[in-house]
């Protein structure tokens, strides 16, 4: 089985300056997420998908992050425009409805400058 | 508002030696989940807890939780250096597999 996959691996832009991540979930997961996760923190949920639709979203900026998830399957972040306090690593993750938890990718390290 | 908390934050231990990582969360709920995360890596599961009571051993590494005290622990035995990493408990905020993670503790395995 496939994991999730996520790209870039790695990013590096200048403040002010708009990045996008991608997120392909394990095939058949109706529950995606997008966590960041600062140096030396634990991972602070950012949205949470069912399908198509926003379950959780309180935790993001909506003054410059977006995400969406297009047709219930692969998902984009967005940030626009960049602070340097964003620098950190992006996960996304997916999940069945059978309560085995969450499976991530590798994540994308992104670096503000 | 669901706070998890872990402690210790960082746990230095000899190999052989045993040792037991506390994971204690503020509201109820009876699904929580353990992690690893290696340095630069991406989070690996370990163990879900489902039930008051659900104990779980893979190898060296036993998980258990009483929803009644709001506490999970994470029990190694004989470590070994291949344990060394960062092990974080994540907990259910809403029964809609809405996780609230912990800290982390960062643990090493000296030989």
């Known amino acids: 089985e496939a994991g999730v996959a996520q790209s870039p691996r790695y990013k590096i832009i200048e403040k002010r300056q708009s990045v996008a991540f991608w997120c392909n979930p394990i095939?058949?997961?109706?529950?995606l997420y997008w966590y960041q996760q600062i140096l030396g923190q634990g991972p602070k949920l950012l949205i949470q998908?069912?399908?198509?639709?926003?379950?959780?979203d309180s935790q993001l900026p909506k003054d410059r992050f977006s995400a969406e998830r297009l047709k219930g399957v692969d998902s984009t972040l967005k940030i626009q425009p960049a602070k340097l306090e964003d620098s950190a690593v992006y996960l996304c993750?997916?999940?069945?409805?059978?309560?085995?938890?969450?499976?991530f990718g590798q994540g994308t390290r992104l670096t503000v400058v | 508002e669901l706070k998890v908390e872990q402690n210790p934050l960082f746990l230095s231990m000899q190999e052989g030696k045993n040792y037991t990582i506390y994971c204690n969360y503020s509201?109820?709920?009876?699904?929580l989940y353990w992690y690893r995360q290696d340095p630069g890596k991406s989070l690996e599961s370990l163990f879900v807890?489902?039930?008051?009571?659900a104990v779980k051993q893979e190898g060296r590494l036993m998980a258990s939780l009483d929803t009644k005290a709001r506490l999970s622990t994470l029990h190694i035995t004989a470590a070994v250096h291949d344990l060394s990493a960062t092990y974080f408990c994540?907990?259910?905020?809403?029964?809609?597999?809405?996780?609230?993670f912990g800290p982390g503790t960062r643990l090493s395995v000296l030989p």
């Open positions: 509201t109820t709920s009876d699904r």
């Open positions: 994540a907990v259910d905020k809403s029964y809609g597999q809405n996780f609230v």
């Open positions: 807890l489902l039930s008051n009571g």
């Open positions: 993750a997916s999940g069945s409805l059978r309560f085995s938890g969450a499976f």
């Open positions: 095939s058949g997961h109706a529950t």
């Open positions: 998908f069912q399908n198509n639709g926003v379950v959780d």
